[in-house]
């Protein structure tokens, strides 16, 4: 499949419908069983005899010809107030600039089809772990290393992943990663921001709360369609998950993983240049804190890889 010239984001009215229709042709959703439950995620997957694929005839396989490239695996990893769909304007660009890659987006423990974890307020290793038994199943460890990218909340995920298990990344690449209020000068504003976030979606529901809140996560910009887009998705949230979500963000903190030298030298840091929930003053802080590159995505706000898919995806393959 080539996808190139392929966006998410129609510019007509129906551009939800669209976007949704893209969805389920190109990033269906897919669930696997772990122990502890099951994993749901999305997958545009390498088509066979594409780069990265093991596929040589026998006439072939006699020459000395040159190989092609062995194109990535990236995995994606949402945030808070989201789920695996919501990569997929992301998504099309990383496999139009990069075919054959392989391309996987998990739903995280309580959201989409996935099992929520079994402790009532866990910390990013527990997610880490899991994400690990998920790739484990889908074989994404059979194919050596591959791009980890985590979003907001999903960057705490990400780099506590990282922590335990740096021999299998390839790359890291942490966008307007979310600090977390679980360190001894933030854990006072964190246990606020827990009551008003549990005590928003106890009114509003999770409609109305992502009726409300949504349009926080892009900027003035965003297009019509974007708007849905993210409106859509976290309508979608569960509230098991998203209250798990929530003990996570408020009772850990990014910097409590540290990453090696090794991870660090392949590692980013980016964020939307209008993001004001994970505002680049913070983002740069992370960056500092492990010793990494910093850069903004121009034009976009927290969402920036929905409202800047293909800014995004260069600093995903950069």
Request: proline share 5%; glycine share 10%.
């Amino acid at each position: 499949m080539n996808y190139a010239g392929i966006s998410a984001m129609a510019p007509e009215a129906d551009g939800l419908q669209y976007a949704l229709s893209l969805l389920e042709r190109h990033f269906a959703e897919r669930s696997v069983a772990v122990d502890g439950g099951v994993v749901s995620y999305r997958e545009i997957a390498a088509a066979p005899g594409a780069p990265g694929v093991a596929s040589v005839s026998a006439a072939t396989a006699a020459q000395p010809a040159a190989q092609p490239a062995v194109q990535p695996t990236f995995v994606l990893l949402h945030g808070i107030g989201s789920g695996a769909a919501s990569w997929l304007p992301c998504a099309l660009e990383l496999a139009a600039a990069a075919p054959g890659s392989r391309i996987i987006a998990w739903n995280a423990p309580g959201y989409g089809g996935s099992t929520a974890l079994a402790a009532a307020r866990p910390g990013a290793q527990a997610y880490a772990a899991r994400l690990r038994q998920l790739l484990q199943a889908v074989g994404v460890l059979d194919s050596g290393r591959f791009v980890l990218v985590g979003h907001s909340l999903g960057a705490m995920m990400a780099s506590a992943y990282a922590a335990a298990y740096p021999a299998t990344l390839d790359k890291l690449v942490l966008l307007s990663p979310a600090r977390g209020y679980g360190q001894a000068a933030r854990l006072e504003q964190g246990a606020q921001v827990a009551r008003e976030r549990l005590s928003t979606v106890g009114e509003l529901g999770v409609h109305g709360m992502a009726t409300q809140r949504s349009s926080r996560l892009l900027s003035d910009g965003a297009s019509t369609a974007q708007r849905d887009w993210v409106r859509w998705n976290m309508a979608q949230l569960k509230l098991p998950g998203y209250t798990q979500a929530v003990h996570l963000l408020c009772g850990d903190a990014i910097e409590n993983y540290a990453l090696s030298g090794a991870v660090c030298a392949v590692a980013s840091v980016h964020c939307g240049s209008a993001d004001n929930v994970t505002t680049p003053a913070d983002c740069r802080l992370v960056a500092e804190h492990h010793g990494l590159p910093f850069s903004l995505i121009g034009q976009a706000g927290h969402a920036c890889y929905v409202e800047q898919p293909l800014a995004a995806a260069a600093a995903i393959l950069n």
